[in-house]
């Protein structure tokens, strides 16, 4: 596996901790770009795909950070009952209504009440080096949304995400196991893999 570094170009405290735990996890290592570099404003994200989004903010940064490793990602919940809802958006469409991602993971369980409650959990990674793109890693979690949120462990949905042939949600497993599942964990593992793959 490789021992490179990576720079983690994310606002989002937990997401830096979730990527660099991941990533420590795996046998490298992780570090936030803002501590590399003055806070920037990353360019606004789109609405076509996952993969231009965590490519645009890979880029971004690195330019910023020449010759660093640096990865950005794009992650949403797709539920099959609502198929024109979240996806891309999510963040974007949740966050103005809920005060708390608990409030958060109690409107998604209201919203698939008498529902279909299967979901799929995407995630893109983009890894650029001195503003070019060089690998694009994909991570992927299948499952239902649980009827009421257990565990303690993780963040964000990882409450109410049940994996498919499970009984429980992420948030009641150890970190060994919610690695194994995690679609961001996936994506990271898909990239450390490829990158193992074109440096033989």
Known sequence: ???QSFVIATHNPAKQRE?????????TRGIAYDQLTVRQEFPA???RSYEENATKKAQFISRLLPDQNVIADDS?????????????ETARQLTPHFATKSDMNDGIIQLVNGHDRHFVMKTV????????????????LSGTIATAQHGNEGSGFDRILIPNGLDHTLAEMDFASWVAYCHRSR???????????TSK
């Open 19 to 27: 990527i660099g735990q991941i990533l420590e996890f795996y046998g």
């Open 1 to 3: 596996m490789t021992t």
């Open 45 to 47: 994200e789109g609405k």
């Open 187 to 197: 994506a990271v593992k898909n990239l450390l893999d490829l990158m193992e793959e």
């Open 125 to 140: 990674i983009a890894l650029a080096r001195n503003g070019q793109v060089v690998q694009i890693a994909h991570g992927e």
């Open 76 to 88: 949403g919940l797709e539920l099959k009952a609502f198929p024109q809802k979240f996806g891309i």
